[in-house]
């Protein structure tokens, strides 16, 4: 994205900031051991990424927010198949059990916080998770997670559309493509979400209350 | 997008071809006034775009297939205020009644084509457009519109959840902004769709048939 | 449902209480002409409830409390024809237009308050209206309408899923038939739902705080 | 539901035939020991449908219908309560291992059938169960499972909102009480779906095809 797509956008009211209400929660999105690795769907800021995500974590836990996780799961014997795992047939090594679909150790979910499995980019997809946000009366959504181009942005929109503000924590989400990372931040910013890096979001009044 | 990211999509697993299945469909998601109106959300490839539909529509009306549309409207008294209007206050000017509002003139809908009114990007989400589709037993949502980086990505990444096959049509699908256009069809092809060019596909054996 | 029923539900540990959690809203599901008139959808104690839901109407705008509404509309060129449609022919007269379908006048919608417009049975499906209901962390949703073993019991078991706590006014509900209004009441009772009387609605707590 | 319902219903023109039309798609609803042992979730007819519904499986595989099973599911930790275990709290017991939350072994699911669990009434909400038919063109689901007046009729009316034309097979659906199973198949047929016996169902044309 150029400055002459920001003045179009600016030209045309997009990109407005959007006000952080409490009671915010956090999703942290396939943060997987796969998806951190390079050899398998990892790469580009996707590490430094969870690894800043440990920070945002804590500061969650320490308010007391709800807190959710999605992992990306298929089933054994594929009878799960979909138009996306045709499209990444890789996808398959995802199954319950193995390694490279497990949260990430430094990010284990504690007793008590949502874990919903996935077959779909966004983290709302054939899961409870709008219902289980809405029954805590959350309206904001602070996500971390990978990968930005993918299940972020997808589950950004949904966050939206399901009637929670999305907060993007921008050094918490990363992708195997910087160049695809900034292109999908530019859209969220633009149309989508609040955007902020986590030193940026300590600091708002939703967050220190 | 540059060539690095390809290399990583492609070493991971990315990108593979979608076979293209009939029945197909046609979506023509939010070709109104305002979104080829450079004044008001158009500009870019935008207008070219709703242009080159003209000829899709012909072809997929035709072939008899079910063609469906989406438009973004809200209530007058702004009672469906949503975050995406919070984001994007410009437009509600998108009332139902307004000019900007309807769907150009080269494109109008003919009876007993579908017409979804829909608040936020993608044309599935709070609409029966899904249920629709199903009943027919579509399997192959051909897609344009505008706009790629908003309205089309997001539709597109809904009509693969929802367990159709998505085919855009790349120079039927158009953005204010074209690097914005070009860094989400990357993302499309890479994880959710097949793109083609119109003349493209209409030499698939699902088309010609 | 006799006396054995109800022993076979407790027995099984069916049918506790649910706390009652501000804050509240109102949705009042097709109190359109069409479903109190017996010439058309009517009939039983369907009139009978709308008229006492005029006070329920007032109580919520006392409140504050958002107000949604539901009408059951279809396509003038039945292009949106489902299997509902399919079941229930007589259906089609609800148009947009149409006297059958407009909502009855003594509960007649303010500015600001939400409508959504639906195909089927729940005024969830196909509608914004749990998005809507989540913005406003809304907790309790408070039910009014016709009928009571149709759109009543689909927006009630929807309501539950997307997390709201769904509070049917029984005597704010009504039906065609009123065997199946008791049975319906039952089952919603025992499994999704606070059930009670509009005099017993306003001495809870959290309706008078 | 007395004759007086039936005719209220007849004359405002409801309960019209539904044509069942291939491809069809078997969906077992919640038939987990839980839900056929009258010490757990059982009683009434429901067991007496299980052992029915094995004849119907058999059929199923043998015209090579996808076969679709649902599982009533919660997490060991609560992390998932929702308004349906606060009303039913009981339901806690269906964790993944508890031997109450495991498929009646005379109905296992086979490899390559689907098996998605739920936290809700309905077999599709929160899962990817209507995304699944549809990318495989399924127009008819018939439903057997348990109970009739709760996950079955939830799952009918989620069946004919997504789209498909549910046909209930009326001795492979089972509930604790029989009065409310007779209550629940009136609303069925004169609103959702055709409701056949298994013997009905076999000498239909889409079936014996």
Chains 1, 2, 3, 4 share one sequence.
């Not at 995500?53 to 992992?71: D, I, M, T």
């Not at 047939?89 to 008590?112: F, K, R, W």
Request: include cysteine; proline fraction near 4%.
């Amino acid at each position: 994205m150029n400055s002459r797509s920001e003045d179009v956008y600016a030209d045309q009211g997009f990109g407005q900031d959007l006000e952080i209400v409490s009671p915010l929660a956090l999703l942290v999105v396939d943060f997987q051991n796969g998806f951190v690795d390079p050899a398998v769907f990892g790469g580009g800021n996707a590490a430094e990424a969870a690894a800043k995500a440990k920070g945002l974590l804590a500061l969650a836990r320490e308010h007391g927010w709800p807190v959710a996780y999605s992992r990306c799961v298929y089933a054994d014997d594929r009878s799960d198949a979909n138009v996306f795992t045709e499209k990444i047939p890789s996808s398959y090594v995802l199954t319950e059990n193995a390694p490279e679909s497990q949260i990430v150790d430094s990010l284990a979910p504690m007793e008590g916080e949502l874990v919903v499995r996935k077959q779909f980019p966004s983290a709302f997809f054939g899961t409870t998770l709008a219902s289980w946000l809405a029954r805590q009366g959350v309206k904001t959504v602070v996500v971390a997670g990978a990968t930005t181009s993918g299940c972020i942005r997808a589950s950004v929109v949904d966050a939206m559309c399901h009637g929670f503000i999305p907060l993007v924590v921008e050094d918490c989400v990363g992708d195997r493509s910087v160049a695809q990372h900034d292109a999908n931040l530019f859209d969220m910013k633009m149309k989508y979400a609040a955007v902020k890096t986590f030193d940026e979001m300590k600091e708002l009044d939703a967050v220190k209350q």
